[in-house]
């Protein structure tokens, strides 16, 4: 795997104070209150970059206030690269602190637009003993190609170059990587979890289920929280298992046709996600092309894959969450493991928080409690589960948790006591 000759070494601004009027580089600070701030850099197309932040000490988080006065207190290094991978180049950068040796985590993109500035995740990681490696989502920043037509085994495939390429990286300890997915990353991860020797796996909001399932789940939360009654949700889900039975080879197009444009006449078609994953324009059936990028992106079921891994896995949710249906993930992950080569899972649910891990009354996207903030324990415990397994330095993984609160305990598995669920 060949990796761009182009490095370059963004070398960050330090001044005695900074009131935010651009984009921040990430690292950790000191605002007005005293208090130590994460801030990241985020950038999802169409959108420009931005800063977010959390704060430790009252697990705030979100976009980071213009007026913000902040002082740097340590800033992360960026060596940026081209990877030339099998699917195209990928734009990617490798953030760290020194030059040493370190346990990595590459960052698994949800089913966003999204380039390899993922917040304040990155330098979450870093200064807390966890290099990171993240990329740019196919189709923006640096890497070629277009994220809506893969799915999580293209995925897959990109996250392992990106580990080929540096798992000879001087900053990278090869026998100490690992991934952190989030959401449709969830599916991704355990695949390469599979393919490659993983030391660790971080799954948030992960989902178990197949996508047929996820996607139903979805459409009638949103329908349900838009108040539209349970015929309209059956009549929406129903053309869902049509329109995926149809990609699978199993229904007739002229089936879906007859139920699609019968359904777009109806008020609650845009809250079935129908028109977004599926354009009317594409037809019935799509053109070949077309039809091959939506078959990779909705015909995945992980449930194989899952009896296949070993990997030590942190598996986090919220009990809100109106994308994953969390109330069945822990049966759906023990039945999964009930082969017996998974020896260290753990489970944990905030019963506070959606989706993303924030606080929120209602779990929906968008609805976050004010002010804006994280779970209790959130992110805080992947450190110390990490920690817990020595892939963390404790004098590098203890910085963090000035005044932070972890919601569980957890214990590391034994052949005694394999799964924590808490």
């Known amino acids: 795997m060949k990796i761009g000759s182009a490095l370059k070494v963004v070398l960050l601004l330090v001044a005695p104070s900074i009131t935010w009027a651009g984009i921040l580089s990430p690292g950790l600070y000191r605002d007005g209150a005293g208090h130590s701030v994460y801030v990241g850099v985020e950038n999802e197309a169409p959108d420009p970059a931005s800063n977010d932040y959390f704060d430790p000490s009252t697990q705030h988080t979100g976009d980071l206030p213009a007026d913000s006065r902040l002082k740097p207190q340590k800033l992360i290094r960026e060596d940026a690269a081209i990877i030339d991978a099998a699917g195209g180049p990928l734009g990617v950068s490798l953030y760290s602190m020194d030059a040493g040796k370190r346990t ?5 993109h949800g089913n966003d637009p999204e380039t390899r500035e993922m917040g304040f995740l990155i330098p979450y990681f870093v200064l807390n003993g966890v290099n990171v490696i993240s990329y740019d989502q196919r189709g923006t920043g640096k890497s070629s190609g277009n994220w809506q037509e893969n799915g999580p085994v293209q995925r897959a495939a990109d996250v392992e170059a990106v580990y080929d390429a540096y798992s000879t990286n001087p900053h990278v300890d090869a026998a100490q990587m690992g991934v952190w997915g989030f959401s449709n990353g969830g599916w991704t991860a355990p695949i390469v979890a599979t393919h490659r020797p993983l030391k660790f796996m971080i799954l948030k909001s992960g989902p178990p289920e197949s996508l047929e399932t996820n996607v139903c789940y979805s459409v009638a939360q949103n329908m349900q929280h838009k108040n539209f009654d349970a015929q309209s949700v059956g009549s929406a889900t129903e053309i869902w298992h049509s329109l995926i039975g149809a990609l699978s080879g199993n229904v ?24 977004y994953f599926y354009p009317p324009e594409l037809g019935f059936p799509p053109a070949p092309a077309a039809l091959a990028g939506l078959q990779r992106e909705l015909l995945y079921d992980p449930a194989e894959t899952l009896q296949k891994v070993r990997t030590p896995t942190l598996a986090l949710f919220g009990a809100l969450d109106r994308n994953v249906d969390v109330a069945n993930a822990p049966a759906l992950f023990r039945s999964a493991f009930a082969h017996g080569v998974m020896h260290d899972f753990t489970l944990q649910v905030y019963q506070d928080a959606g989706h993303q891990l924030k606080v929120s009354a209602t779990g929906f996207n968008g609805e976050p409690s004010q002010p804006e903030r994280l779970t209790a324990g959130y992110p805080q415990i992947m450190i110390q589960w990490l920690s817990q397994r020595r892939l963390v330095r404790r004098r590098e993984g203890n910085k963090l948790h000035h005044r932070a609160t972890v919601s569980a305990v957890i214990k590391p598995a034994s052949l005694s006591s394999r799964f924590t669920y808490a």
Do not use: G, H, Q
């Open 104 to 108: 990595t985590v590459v960052l698994i």
């Open 252 to 275: 007739s197009w002229d089936t879906v046709r007859t139920l699609y444009l019968t359904a777009s006449t109806k008020p609650w078609f845009s809250a079935s996600y129908l028109p």
